[in-house]
T-cell receptor, first 116, second 114 residues
């Protein structure tokens, strides 16, 4: 049973397109996250979201928007894709918000986005 | 503010020899510290975490780490390396709140020589 799943695993698209990456967790967690891992393997948080608040890393362009239809899902929408958006995107979840608790984050397998 | 420094971008050891991956942190609050492992083309898996209980933390696959407040370090060790340990290892600090809740180090690539 996969705890945190993402689709698609690979996404290749043209510059300027709009795309979405889906994330689902079956752990019953209240908080979900999106991270970006660049070509040098550096991981940076993009969003933290629970049923009370969305916290956005100020460095994330507003072309990126998370959408949560319910507690178990946090999808990532990206508008007007740019070459620099190419990266691996990881979804994660935890029971409570990172930084306010010691709860472990569980990560999905990642989505490799390539913008041509 | 918080930060993590992984002192080695690459570490190479022979199979059966000890592993040491170094991590230093800085934090304005009492931190929680984690080590995650990422195998090639895979997601991240938690190895172990420190949450202000015992300073020596045991994790999965024979890994352990010791929290040393005086040295602001949280080094990861394993007595005997196995070929399957070859992966990218991330030291992570969690303190404060908001979008800075988790800060990742830049990773250490562990290479196991046969």
């Amino acid at each position: 049973d996969t705890a945190v799943s993402q689709t698609p695993k690979y996404l290749v698209t043209q510059m300027g397109n709009d795309k979405s990456i889906k994330c689902e967790q079956n752990l019953g967690h209240d908080t979900m996250y999106w991270y970006k891992q660049d070509s040098k393997k550096f991981l940076k948080i993009m969003f933290s979201y629970n049923n009370k608040e969305l916290i956005i890393n100020e460095t994330v362009p507003n072309r990126f928007s998370p959408k949560s239809p319910d507690k178990a899902h946090l999808n990532l929408h990206i508008n007007s894709l740019e070459l620099g958006d190419s990266a691996v995107y990881f979804c994660a979840s935890s029971q409570r918000l990172a930084g306010t608790s010691t709860d472990t984050q569980y990560f999905g397998p990642g989505t490799r986005l390539t913008v041509l | 503010a918080q930060s993590v420094t992984q002192l080695d971008s690459h570490v190479s050891v022979s199979e059966g020899t000890p592993v040491l991956l170094r991590c230093n942190y800085s934090s304005s609050y009492s931190p929680s510290l984690f080590w995650y492992v990422q195998h090639p083309n895979k997601g991240l898996q938690l190895l172990l975490k420190y949450t202000s209980a015992a300073t020596l933390v045991k994790g999965i696959n024979g890994f352990e780490a010791e929290f040393k407040k005086s040295e602001t370090s949280f080094h990861l060790t394993k007595p005997s390396a196995h070929m399957s340990d070859a992966a990218e290892y991330f030291c992570v600090v969690s303190s404060g709140g908001g979008a800075d809740g988790l800060t990742f180090g830049k990773g250490t690539h562990l290479i196991i020589q046969p």
